[in-house]
Nanobody
Framework: QVQLVESGGGLVQAGGSLRLSCAASDRTFSPYWMGWSRQAPGKEREFVARIGWSSGTTSVADSMSGRITISRDFAKNTMYLQMNSLKPEDTAVYYC????????????WGQGTQVTVSS
């Protein structure tokens, strides 16, 4: 079974940057969509960004527009989230998400990575 492993989180000061990675265990992995969501304590999981695996089409949450870039590397079976100008409100656990085929539900196969932004 394919596993997704998130990494790259940590503690940064407001205005800092982080690059999150989501690596798939299977080198033949090729889903329809991949993306990122986040969940802060006491809050619901929310959409951050998504990317069409083959098409490269991207969508980014309004709250983070202009500050993040989602990308993927086919050779490494890895998705990235570059985050700049981080704010304390960005503090959350960030999860890698996958939509295996068109019409399927979003699924979460990883443990998440903690992002903490201090003021």
């Amino acid at each position: 079974q394919v596993q997704l492993v998130e990494s790259g989180g940590g503690l940064v000061q407001a205005g800092g940057s982080l690059r999150l990675s989501c690596a798939a265990s299977d080198r033949t992995f090729s889903p329809y969509w991949m993306g990122w969501s986040r969940q802060a304590p006491g809050k619901e999981r929310e959409f951050v960004a998504r990317i069409g695996w083959s098409s490269g089409t991207t969508s980014v949450a309004d709250s983070m527009s202009g500050r993040i870039t989602i990308s993927r590397d086919f050779a490494k079976n890895t998705m990235y989230l570059q985050m700049n100008s981080l704010k304390p409100e960005d503090t959350a656990v960030y999860y890698c998400a996958v939509r295996p085929v068109l019409g399927s539900d979003w699924q979460y196969w990883g443990q998440g990575t903690q992002v903490t932004v201090s003021s």
